[in-house]
């Protein structure tokens, strides 16, 4: 079985424009969540989501960020708008269930440049 | 509000040589506490699980031990090797606010590099 694909591993952009970040989790997987990492930081919640809802949106930063799951599976972060502060590497991941000790198996990541 | 600190931020030893790297964490309530290690662009990797009553658990040349009275975690590596350069993350689970899945606090990493 495959790991987490995310895509693309790169994208650079221009302050202003929007993004698509996608998520492919492991099959079968129903809890996803997408992370952030600012260079020197530790890995920031963004949202969770169990199936195709999102019971955890609280670590969105603000309402240019949205996320959607389609299908119990895919799910792609949008960022509208983009700042230069949202450069980072956007982390998701999935796991076979949301609680316990299930464990989380991240994707490599997408790189987000806005200059 | 939940916080995990790790020492050091940085760590340098030669190949073969034993460390030790430190969590300590203000989560609460404590559901349990990973040790990630994160190569260069790539996604972090579980390295070990603890729950509150283990104290010591190995996995390889990787030994993590949990003081839960403390709030204290190590992470030992056995004989280093060149590939064990990496970022190392301290991850502790809680279970507030009601939701089933349990949040998670990430520390910054302590990035570890072997020199051959």
């Known amino acids: 079985g495959a790991g987490v694909s995310q895509s693309p591993s790169n994208k650079v952009t221009e302050k202003g424009k929007d993004v698509e970040l996608r998520c492919d989790p492991i099959?079968?997987?129903?809890?996803l969540y997408w992370y952030r990492q600012s260079l020197g930081q530790g890995l920031e919640f963004l949202i969770y989501f169990q199936g195709n809802s999102a019971p955890d949106k609280s670590g969105l930063p603000s309402d240019r960020f949205s996320a959607e799951r389609t299908g119990g599976s895919v799910s792609t972060l949008t960022i509208q708008r983009t700042q230069q502060e949202d450069s980072a590497v956007y982390l998701c991941a999935s796991s076979l269930g949301p609680g316990g000790t299930y464990e989380q198996y991240f994707g490599p990541g997408t790189r987000l440049t806005v200059t | 509000k939940n916080q995990v600190e790790q020492s050091p931020q940085s760590l340098i030893i030669l190949e073969g040589k034993n460390c030790t790297l430190q969590?300590?964490?203000?989560?609460?309530?404590?559901?349990?506490l990973r040790w990630y290690k994160q190569d260069t662009g790539r996604g972090p990797v579980s390295l070990t699980i603890m729950t509150f009553s283990e104290n010591t658990k190995s996995n390889g040349r990787y030994t993590a031990t949990l003081d839960a009275d403390t709030k204290q975690s190590s992470l030992h590596i056995t004989a280093s090797q060149l590939s064990d350069s990496a970022s190392y993350i301290c991850?502790?689970?809680?279970?507030?606010?009601?939701?089933?899945?349990?949040?998670?606090?990430f520390g910054q990493g302590t990035i570890l590099t072997v020199h051959p």
């Open positions: 099959s079968g997987h129903t809890a």
């Open positions: 991850v502790v689970r809680s279970n507030a606010g009601g939701t089933s899945y349990g949040k998670l606090t």
């Open positions: 969590c300590n964490y203000t989560v609460s309530p404590f559901s349990n």
